[in-house]
């Protein structure tokens, strides 16, 4: 997730600091010396905004001398079938638009506002358009492709037919208002006093969640169908259940739901996950700034929960509020808004929505082929800022395995094991929120701890685990409590603080498992106050320096881990590792930032989306940058990976002190390429196929977010006019959108 707009100027989200003041132990071989050095670092995206917005970027960092040796832990294995990259890569560009190699065409398919219903007439694009809970939401994110047939009913092999199931992460307000968001007098700071329209509300809080809509060929071409019944969005404000062990828990209790069952919306969807029964998990990821809490709150509370709200990042003080992201809660008493007020108001939790905090922060499970079915909240694979959710190959009689990680600096890798073992013939079954309720409610949870040789294990969390159930910083009730505090659990069982665990992807061969780690501003070689401390498994810290002025230091261009369950079992609590990919800037130091030998066609910044494609194998790495962008705008690169262990061991010398790290091959220019780069001030994230691989969808998240309120009059001034300027739709105000990639000979995308 990239810079957010947000309405409060005293608001700092708590997802872009550091919430974990864990004191989880560090690897022994690390780093004492600092590092002074130049490379190319930027500053985050989004330039200045109306008075009351601030700009937020997120920063990240990089590592010296290697020596190559033979890696002890992992032998190389077999290596899959091999696919070679057959296009001519992108140049990095600052282009405003959509950039594919020759021989392929990008088309804008679905952007923001786009109607979802028989009526609804089309998007004006000048901050006039209303009910967007029957349009497109806002800044696209996470995708999922799922086929159907002629007939209407699932097909897993269509390629002709289909739903997306798109995540709307979070809003670029400045362009979904005449002028901007306001409040009732600008000259007084936001408050719930001095509050925000409801009708501006109303138009952002339907701008998130997600939304199902059908694509259908025509002539060849798919578009959306505008009038489907299988059309269908869910908002912030959707009534959803609470399922497994957190529901009914009383800290999930408010005046909406007295008996702690139900919640009302889902928010800041990121990454996906689609499930072997044919259903749609999407990420509830940067939640927690969207609660506003009160002054003085913190003393109402028990020691228990302030612990919680802490680790959650929603601490208050007797004088100081913590803010939220767009004042929603100024916008009248009606319990729409009301409830995002987190506040001890009433006399117990069936009073107001003191525990409304805790019915976010999940994977969520929608069935895109039944619009008005029951919408699950999975509490048992935990609450914590989710990105993806990729399944391990489902083979029968053995548990399903779904491996996540926490998108916030020095956060965890997590894997959730069902407790059943894999029916084939629930793949199809036909009531899939039932088989859901099989696979997602019961089982164990673990997070993973990366030890400095290229061995890991998986921890479990679950108040059976003594160490859990006797951690001396929060005293867990029961296993409801574990779920929704599943932070504090992993931090009790020693967890690993890794550098933003983004999305991940499963190799459709190997079965190895690739998390994306987007960067880590707090890394440091010799970390003071709650810094962190490199290790092997996140061992680059460097200054880095940007259009020569802007200094950032800690893992600034982020990096690929992949890992593999021993003997490639679901339910194993070993595991190996190896670092496949260091994003870098090419040129820069090879000996501790560009450690993969990236150059002018294949370097990258950042990696957010990775997923792998079933048709190819190829693994498409996303990047949602703050570092590379006064050089070239957000991107995807292709990359053919081998094998974990197929590398050596780095050793990274900081002076007196080094570390080593097991890593991957350096990629031939062949295995790695730049094929898309995006529009202006944007994140380039999501990614979906037919199932043929000739038809590729992925989105385009918030172009053009530096554009302020007061230059809305003048489109000149906009810092990006994407996708009107490539064609699309009225207006020139920029908006996030669904572009669909093919080649122009018919062949399978990439290949």
């Known amino acids: 997730m990239n810079a957010r707009v947000d309405i409060s100027s005293e608001f700092v989200d708590p997802d872009d600091l550091d919430n974990n003041r864990s004191a989880n132990p560090h690897f022994e071989n690390v780093l004492a010396?600092?590092?002074?050095?130049?490379?190319?670092?930027?500053?985050?995206?989004?330039?200045?905004?109306?008075?009351?917005?601030?700009?937020?970027?997120?920063?990240?960092?990089?590592?010296?001398?290697?020596?190559?040796?033979?890696?002890?832990?992992?032998?190389?294995?077999?290596?899959?079938?091999?696919?070679?990259?057959?296009?001519?890569?992108?140049?990095?560009?600052?282009?405003?638009?959509?950039?594919?190699?020759?021989?392929?065409?990008?088309?804008?398919?679905?952007?923001?506002?786009?109607?979802?219903?028989?009526?609804?007439?089309?998007?004006?694009?000048?901050?006039?358009?209303?009910?967007?809970?029957?349009?497109?939401?806002?800044?696209?994110?996470?995708?999922?492709?799922?086929?159907?047939?002629?007939?209407?009913?699932?097909?897993?092999?269509?390629?002709?037919?289909?739903?997306?199931?798109?995540?709307?992460?979070?809003?670029?307000?400045?362009?979904?208002?005449?002028?901007?968001?306001?409040?009732?007098?600008?000259?007084?700071?936001?408050?719930?006093?001095?509050?925000?329209?409801?009708?501006?509300?109303?138009?952002?809080?339907?701008?998130?969640?997600?939304?199902?809509?059908?694509?259908?060929?025509?002539?060849?071409?798919?578009?959306?169908?505008?009038?489907?019944?299988?059309?269908?969005?869910?908002?912030?404000?959707?009534?959803?259940?609470?399922?497994?062990?957190?529901?009914?828990?009383?800290?999930?209790?408010?005046?909406?739901?007295?008996?702690?069952?139900?919640?009302?919306?889902?928010?800041?969807?990121?990454?996906?996950?689609?499930?072997?029964?044919?259903?749609?998990?999407?990420?509830?990821?940067?939640?927690?700034?969207?609660?506003?809490?009160?002054?003085?709150?913190?003393?109402?509370?028990?020691?228990?929960?302030?612990?919680?709200?802490a680790r959650y990042g929603r601490n208050v003080t007797a004088t100081a509020n913590a803010n939220s992201r767009y004042g929603w809660e100024t916008a009248g008493t009606d319990d729409r808004y009301a409830h995002w007020n987190i506040g001890v108001l009433g006399a117990t939790a069936a009073d107001d929505y003191r525990y409304e905090h805790n019915g976010q922060g999940y994977m969520t499970e929608i069935d895109p082929y039944s619009p008005t079915s029951t919408i699950n909240k999975r509490t048992a694979l935990g609450r914590f800022a989710h990105e993806s959710a990729a399944f391990g190959k489902a083979v029968v009689g053995k548990p399903l395995a779904v491996y996540m990680g926490c998108d916030s600096q020095n956060e965890y890798i997590y894997k959730w094991v069902s407790a059943a073992s894999w029916s084939a013939a629930d793949g199809a079954a036909a009531d899939r929120m039932a088989v859901g309720d099989k696979y997602l409610d019961n089982g164990k949870l673990y997070a993973a701890v990366f030890n400095d040789d290229g061995t890991g294990e998986w921890r479990e969390l679950s108040i059976g685990n003594p160490v859990v159930a006797s951690y001396a910083n929060y005293a867990f009730a029961d296993a409801g409590d574990v779920a929704i505090n599943a932070r504090l659990a992993a931090d009790a069982v020693g967890a690993t603080k890794m550098d933003r665990p983004e999305w991940c992807g499963v190799h459709p061969t190997t079965g190895e498992v690739y998390f994306a780690l987007t960067n880590n501003s707090s890394r440091r070689v010799a970390p003071t106050g709650t810094q962190t401390r490199v290790n092997a498994s996140n061992p680059r810290a460097y200054s880095d320096v940007r259009s020569g002025t802007v200094v950032q230091s800690g893992n600034v261009h982020g990096h690929i881990l992949r890992m593999k369950d021993a003997g490639g079992e679901p339910g194993a609590t070993t595991f190996t590792w190896?670092?496949?990919?260091?994003?870098?800037?090419?040129?820069?130091?090879?000996?501790?930032?560009?450690?993969?030998?990236?150059?002018?066609?294949?370097?990258?910044?950042?990696?957010?989306?990775?997923?792998?494609?079933?048709?190819?194998?190829?693994?498409?790495?996303?990047?949602?940058?703050?570092?590379?962008?006064?050089?070239?705008?957000?991107?995807?690169?292709?990359?053919?990976?081998?094998?974990?262990?197929?590398?050596?061991?780095?050793?990274?010398?900081?002076?007196?002190?080094?570390?080593?790290?097991?890593?991957?091959?350096?990629?031939?220019?062949?295995?790695?390429?730049?094929?898309?780069?995006?529009?202006?001030?944007?994140?380039?994230?999501?990614?979906?196929?037919?199932?043929?691989?000739?038809?590729?969808?992925?989105?385009?998240?918030?172009?053009?977010?530096?554009?302020?309120?007061?230059?809305?009059?003048?489109?000149?001034?906009?810092?990006?006019?994407?996708?009107?300027?490539?064609?699309y739709g009225a207006g020139k105000r920029p908006r996030s959108a669904t572009v669909m990639i093919t080649k122009n000979d018919n062949g399978r995308v990439g290949s």
């Open 578 to 727: 190896d670092i496949y990919l260091f994003g870098a800037e090419a040129g820069s130091d090879p000996t501790l930032v560009n450690l993969s030998g990236l150059s002018n066609d294949n370097d990258f910044s950042s990696p957010d989306g990775l997923v792998f494609s079933q048709s190819t194998g190829i693994c498409w790495v996303q990047t949602d940058d703050g570092a590379y962008t006064d050089v070239t705008n957000c991107m995807m690169v292709a990359a053919m990976p081998g094998t974990l262990g197929d590398g050596g061991v780095k050793t990274l010398n900081y002076g007196s002190v080094s570390v080593q790290t097991p890593v991957g091959k350096v990629p031939e220019g062949s295995k790695l390429k730049r094929f898309f780069v995006g529009p202006y001030d944007c994140e380039v994230t999501g990614m979906c196929e037919t199932p043929d691989g000739k038809v590729m969808f992925i989105n385009v998240q918030h172009p053009g977010d530096g554009t302020a309120a007061a230059d809305l009059a003048d489109a000149s001034k906009y810092t990006s006019q994407w996708p009107s300027n490539v064609g």
């Open 33 to 309: 010396a600092g590092l002074q050095r130049r490379s190319v670092l930027r500053g985050g995206v989004g330039g200045a905004m109306a008075a009351m917005f601030a700009p937020l970027a997120l920063t990240a960092c990089g590592g010296d001398d290697d020596v190559v040796t033979a890696n002890p832990v992992t032998p190389p294995v077999a290596a899959p079938v091999e696919i070679l990259l057959g296009f001519t890569a992108v140049a990095r560009t600052l282009a405003d638009t959509s950039t594919v190699p020759g021989g392929y065409t990008a088309t804008t398919i679905f952007a923001t506002g786009d109607p979802l219903a028989a009526g609804v007439p089309a998007y004006k694009n000048d901050g006039t358009d209303t009910n967007y809970a029957q349009r497109s939401g806002d800044c696209h994110d996470g995708m999922e492709y799922f086929g159907l047939s002629a007939t209407g009913t699932r097909n897993d092999t269509s390629n002709d037919r289909a739903l997306l199931g798109i995540n709307h992460e979070y809003i670029t307000p400045v362009v979904l208002h005449v002028a901007g968001p306001t409040r009732a007098d600008p000259a007084l700071p936001l408050s719930l006093a001095n509050g925000r329209p409801a009708s501006q509300v109303d138009i952002e809080i339907d701008c998130h969640g997600v939304a199902i809509v059908e694509i259908a060929k025509t002539a060849g071409k798919f578009a959306t169908v505008q009038a489907s019944t299988f059309n269908r969005r869910i908002t912030g404000d959707t009534p959803i259940e609470i399922s497994g062990p957190a529901r009914g828990n009383p800290l999930l209790v408010t005046k909406f739901s007295p008996d702690g069952t139900r919640t009302r919306g889902t928010i800041n969807n990121c990454g996906t996950g689609k499930t072997p029964w044919g259903t749609l998990l999407t990420g509830e990821e940067n939640w927690s700034g969207y609660y506003f809490r009160p002054a003085g709150d913190q003393a109402l509370r028990p020691a228990k929960e302030n612990t919680s709200f």
